[in-house]
């Protein structure tokens, strides 16, 4: 009886966009991705993706099998939200980590990031930002060399091992591969789902149709990172596309940011929150010589409820009062 | 009379009468528990060692010989303030002062020096201790051990000092976190290769 | 007034442990428990200071004014501090250095000047030294036992003994330190509650038994 009404308060609006469909959606994004990560950096990528999401799932599976939770209920409730912080993890390492990496990383994302803090919805931070950023802290003693992609540039260019294009632009150099390899991902190392930025693109045009994210706010982020650099770099604009198409900034920006939890819930406040993003990633590149986009994204997740506190919404029918004019 | 009464009056003798009581306490202690230098110079003779050993004092900026206690400085680097000959392996343990560290600190290594016809070689070096130096715990034991050098006259005559900073260098120690702090520790270590090159 | 030294044995080590209920002296908590050595060297030097300074304020209470205690207490605190300082310096130099700055930071200690404003300046001597050294104990313990976790996860060692290569070094950091005393109180307190449920219910079952009992005698 009691699942037959549904008893909610205003506003009543039935649709079927559901969390779980949403995520899907991402899901589905995050594919094109995955392929070109696989193809570029072998089978041994597809384990990294595959151990991240089998251990997200099973995470919010044991912790809420710890919490008396009966499993058809855990199941019959299941929201894609951890797959998709599994695969934005597996996603976010490159193949020189060691195989315990995501199970560890995923592990901490999914309980202590996101469950702990009361499930889907209330996570204090991105917990593929949290995993990846505890991944890197952790296992910096098994980390071997960047491996190169298996299709080398199209231009038949080589980089060097130590020099990626972030630590170059952030040096003052024009990096050696062109904006083309870069798009491509083409003879360039990086994680496995940062280096291909044509399916990254398409991921997001996907989004953007389905309605699942506001395509506004991740090309705004881009391009302060981009101008941002130029300006650092003494006003060089060679400097804003490989500035761009480096690192994990386009991956970041579209995937990472736009959780909807750790953004803020206005217009105004979300235009600060991406411009402070782009900001504040290329200055700590610039400061640090390396990739500074989980850190930064954490950083601005961590002061959205300070900016949901100024930064208010307005109530639902609100209309700003007329001044009175002159009395007599 | 009354005022011996007053709360001022008992607060402030209460608290002076505390002040002298451990005043006193910690006077006396700190005489009885003196650490003097010979007592460090023991301490890391058998650290470096593993046991004691007798050692003649060439230069030794807390002795009372006027002659041997003047430090020899060496501008922008560093100053050697001990130098002692172990007497039954011919051995000689510098500590020396690197400048340069975090906030113009200071680091102070204790550096065993091996001399084996005629050639020297660094093989030890210890911390003894440093100033304004705030994340020593990034200095590890590897690092130390970084310090060792096979021919020290030689090494001065190419000019290849240690340093925490250039890359391409030969002497390349660097500690990632902590610049300073390694340039400091890299500073104490050339003084001791200046000082065997022939440089006073 | 007997003094109940089992009552403040189980109030230092279980129901007020400083570090885990009481949540006091976090400041070496963190940053000490990296190597569970460190531990027992800050543990052993809190116990020292905290009974030695309880005994002397307990034997000034009435003489020092409550206006000036803090000041006092302070006082006190660092004249002991000093001490210790001196004392490592010259018998136990290892441990001197590996404690560095947090030696003196033990006068700020909020678990001394805490124990110091509400045990000895309102109990007898023997009180005040016996809640003074089970106090340090558990501080002691907790600490070790931290230091222990943080240790064999973040560095694969033990009392500085590598045991494997695997080193999650998340837990070697500030952040990890942070983490780890979160799930330590959790667990603490989830087992003490545990414990006093227990007790609590025997207690009870053993009260209606009297209680019974004497309803059917007078029956």
């Known amino acids: 009886m009691e699942n037959n009404l549904i008893y909610s308060s205003s506003p009543h609006i039935k649709t079927t966009r559901t969390t779980r469909r949403i995520m899907i959606d991402v899901c589905i994004a995050l594919l094109p991705a995955t392929v070109m990560g696989v193809v570029y950096f072998g089978l041994y990528a597809l384990a990294l993706v595959a151990l991240a999401v089998a251990f997200a799932v099973a995470g919010e599976y044991i912790y809420l099998l710890?919490?008396?939770?009966?499993?058809?209920?855990?199941?019959?409730?299941?929201?894609?939200?951890?797959?998709?912080?599994?695969?934005?993890?597996?996603?976010?390492?490159?193949?020189?980590?060691?195989?315990?990496?995501?199970?560890?990383?995923?592990?901490f994302a999914v309980i202590v990031v996101k469950m702990l803090f009361g499930g889907t919805g209330k996570n204090v931070v991105n917990p593929a930002i949290a995993g990846r950023v505890f991944m890197f802290i952790s296992f910096q003693w098994a980390v071997g060399a960047w491996l190169l992609p298996a299709i080398g540039s199209v231009y038949g260019e080589t980089v060097a091992t130590s020099a990626t294009a972030v630590v170059d632009v952030s040096k003052g150099t024009v990096p050696a591969l062109s904006v083309i390899d870069m798009l491509l991902g083409t003879g360039?190392?990086?994680?496995?789902?940062?280096?291909?930025?044509?399916?990254?693109?398409?991921?997001?045009?996907?989004?953007?149709?389905?309605?699942?994210?506001?395509?506004?706010?991740?090309?705004?982020?881009?391009?302060?990172?981009?101008?941002?650099?130029?300006?650092?770099?003494?006003?060089?604009?060679?400097?804003?596309?490989?500035?761009?198409?480096?690192?994990?900034?386009?991956?970041?920006?579209?995937?990472?940011?736009?959780?909807?939890?750790?953004?803020?819930?206005?217009?105004c406040g979300n235009m600060i929150y991406f411009i402070?993003?782009?900001?504040?990633?290329?200055?700590?590149?610039?400061?640090?010589?390396?990739?500074?986009?989980?850190?930064?994204?954490?950083?601005?997740?961590?002061?959205?409820?300070?900016?949901?506190?100024?930064?208010?919404?307005?109530?639902?029918?609100?209309?700003?009062?007329?001044?009175?004019?002159e009395a007599k | 009379m009354t005022f011996f009464k007053t709360i001022w009056f008992k607060c402030i003798s209460c608290l002076l009468i505390l002040?002298?009581?451990?005043?006193?306490?910690?006077?006396?202690?700190?005489?009885?528990?003196?650490?003097?230098?010979?007592?460090?110079?023991?301490?890391?003779?058998?650290?470096?060692?593993?046991?004691?050993?007798?050692?003649?004092?060439?230069?030794?900026?807390?002795?009372?010989?006027?002659?041997?206690?003047?430090?020899?400085?060496?501008?922008?680097?560093?100053?050697?303030?001990?130098?002692?000959?172990?007497?039954?392996?011919?051995?000689?343990?510098?500590?020396?002062?690197?400048?340069?560290?975090?906030?113009?600190?200071?680091?102070?290594?204790?550096?065993?020096?091996?001399?084996?016809?005629?050639?020297?070689?660094?093989?030890?070096?210890?911390?003894?201790?440093?100033?304004?130096?705030?994340?020593?715990?990034?200095?590890?034991?590897?690092?130390?051990?970084?310090?060792?050098l096979t021919d020290v006259t030689e090494a001065y005559n190419d000019g290849s000092l240690f340093t925490a900073t250039d890359k391409n260098a030969e002497n390349y120690n660097p500690v990632s976190g902590a610049t300073y702090s390694a340039t400091a520790a890299a500073n104490a270590v050339n003084c001791v290769i200046k000082y065997l090159g022939g440089e006073r | 007034m007997k003094t109940d030294f089992k009552k403040i044995a189980k109030d230092g080590i279980i129901s007020s442990n400083p570090t885990l209920k009481l949540v006091l002296?976090?400041?070496?908590?963190?940053?000490?428990?990296?190597?569970?050595?460190?531990?027992?060297?800050?543990?052993?030097?809190?116990?020292?200071?905290?009974?030695?300074?309880?005994?002397?304020?307990?034997?000034?209470?009435?003489?020092?004014?409550?206006?000036?205690?803090i000041p006092a207490f302070i006082l006190i605190i660092a004249t002991?501090?000093?001490?210790?300082?001196?004392?490592?310096?010259?018998?136990?130099?290892?441990?001197?250095?590996?404690?560095?700055?947090?030696?003196?930071?033990?006068?700020?200690?909020?678990?001394?000047?805490?124990?110091?404003?509400?045990?000895?300046?309102?109990?007898?001597?023997?009180?005040?030294?016996?809640?003074?050294?089970?106090?340090?104990?558990?501080?002691?313990?907790?600490?070790?036992?931290?230091?222990?976790?943080?240790?064999?996860?973040?560095?694969?060692?033990i009392f500085g003994h590598k045991l494997w290569d695997f080193s999650i070094g998340f837990f070697s950091s500030s952040a990890g330190a942070f983490f780890t005393y979160a799930v330590f109180i959790a667990v603490f307190a989830l087992i003490t509650d545990k414990i006093s449920e227990k007790s609590k219910l025997k207690k009870i079952k053993a009260e209606e038994k009297d209680f019974c009992g004497e309803i059917k005698e007078n029956a």
């Open chain 2, 19 to 148: 002040m002298l009581f451990s005043g006193s306490s910690i006077t006396i202690l700190a005489d009885l528990l003196y650490v003097s230098p010979e007592m460090r110079t023991a301490r890391a003779i058998k650290k470096i060692y593993g046991e004691e050993k007798e050692y003649s004092v060439v230069l030794d900026v807390d002795s009372k010989d006027e002659n041997k206690n003047t430090a020899i400085e060496y501008d922008g680097v560093g100053k050697i303030n001990k130098i002692y000959n172990i007497t039954d392996n011919g051995d000689i343990l510098f500590q020396t002062t690197g400048y340069k560290g975090y906030k113009n600190g200071t680091i102070t290594l204790w550096i065993k020096v091996v001399n084996t016809n005629e050639k020297y070689s660094i093989e030890k070096v210890l911390l003894e201790k440093y100033e304004k130096q705030t994340l020593m715990s990034k200095l590890s034991g590897e690092f130390y051990g970084g310090f060792k």
């Open chain 1, 66 to 107: 710890i919490m008396k939770k009966p499993f058809k209920e855990i199941t019959r409730e299941f929201d894609f939200s951890s797959v998709v912080s599994g695969m934005l993890i597996g996603l976010t390492i490159g193949t020189n980590y060691p195989v315990y990496a995501p199970i560890f990383g995923s592990l």
């Open chain 1, 276 to 325: 402070a993003l782009g900001i504040l990633t290329a200055v700590l590149r610039y400061a640090t010589n390396m990739e500074t986009v989980s850190f930064a994204i954490l950083l601005m997740n961590l002061t959205v409820p300070l900016i949901d506190k100024f930064i208010l919404n307005k109530p639902f029918g609100y209309k700003k009062p007329q001044k009175q004019k």
């Open chain 3, 25 to 69: 002296g976090t400041c070496p908590t963190l940053a000490l428990t990296t190597a569970a050595m460190n531990g027992i060297g800050m543990g052993l030097a809190v116990s020292f200071v905290l009974i030695f300074s309880n005994v002397i304020i307990s034997l000034l209470r009435k003489a020092i004014p409550k206006e000036v205690r």
């Open chain 1, 188 to 267: 360039m190392q990086g994680c496995i789902g940062e280096t291909c930025k044509l399916a990254l693109l398409a991921g997001g045009i996907y989004l953007a149709a389905r309605k699942v994210i506001n395509i506004i706010f991740p090309l705004i982020y881009i391009a302060v990172a981009g101008l941002t650099t130029t300006v650092i770099g003494g006003f060089v604009f060679a400097f804003f596309f490989p500035a761009i198409l480096s690192g994990g900034l386009i991956i970041g920006a579209i995937f990472m940011a736009t959780d909807y939890t750790t953004t803020p819930n206005t217009l």
């Open chain 3, 80 to 157: 002991f501090v000093t001490i210790v300082r001196l004392a490592l310096d010259y018998f136990l130099p290892d441990i001197y250095e590996s404690m560095g700055l947090y030696l003196p930071l033990i006068v700020v200690n909020c678990i001394i000047l805490a124990r110091a404003e509400s045990f000895a300046s309102k109990n007898g001597v023997l009180a005040s030294a016996a809640d003074g050294l089970f106090m340090g104990i558990g501080f002691t313990l907790a600490l070790t036992t931290m230091g222990a976790v943080r240790e064999i996860l973040g560095a694969g060692a």
